[in-house]
């Protein structure tokens, strides 16, 4: 995943998790004490990938959910992302030793998703201002995305309660995320944390 994609998919998601109201639904359970350890990342695509995540600081360290992270981030890419941006995320969980890759369900887990615009146009709605903090920094929250650098300063968020699917029980995970457009690679994240709720 490029850097940029990846700091408006990062931020997207914690704006997401702060602000959107989780409902319960069948596959889902609803969390009121999680701890999120041991976080890491790390780019996995080719040196000359056009998207790159440069930093990217989250803390403290656990994240309790219902809490409060702080996070910042920087990116960059070569080339405009423009739908439709193809997204293949790969999601292990490590049992008994070994990494074992879990299936997509409703649309979490191991998934592809044809078009990650499309995906963050159903979390942000075109003609909805981006979500705090994105909106104070001039920061895109859906395609396109133009070539350059693109930076989040140091910025609080507030973690509510909330629904996560049944399957996501605690252990340590792993998760990968390959960006691509007409079947070239754009870029590729990695990462790591382990999971713990009551």
Not at 124 to 148: N, V
Not at 151 to 176: E, I
Request: net charge negative; hydrophobic share 35%; with cysteine.
């Amino acid at each position: 995943m490029d850097n940029l994609t990846a700091v408006t998919v990062t931020v997207c998601l914690v704006a997401v998790l702060t602000q959107v109201n989780c409902s319960s639904s069948s596959g889902l359970k609803r969390v009121t004490k999680a701890q999120f350890f041991g976080f890491d990342w790390k780019n996995c695509g080719q040196p000359d990938a056009p998207a790159v995540l440069k930093t990217l600081t989250v803390s403290p360290d656990p994240i309790a959910i219902p809490g409060d992270l702080t996070a910042s981030a920087s990116g960059s890419t070569s080339v405009e992302l423009s739908a439709p941006l193809s997204l293949n995320v790969t999601l292990e969980k490590e049992v008994a030793g070994f990494w074992v890759k879990v299936p997509c369900l409703d649309e979490l887990g191991s998934c592809h998703y044809k078009d990650a615009c499309d995906v963050l146009n159903q979390l942000i709605p075109p003609g909805q201002d981006c979500p705090e903090p994105l909106h104070t920094y001039g920061l895109p929250c859906r395609c396109p995305f133009k070539a350059g650098s693109y930076a989040l300063p140091k910025s609080d968020f507030n973690l509510p309660d909330m629904d996560l699917p049944y399957w996501l029980t605690n252990g340590n995970y792993r998760v990968q995320g390959v960006l691509g457009s007409q079947d070239k690679e754009l870029g590729c994240l990695k990462v790591a944390l382990s999971l713990h709720s009551d």
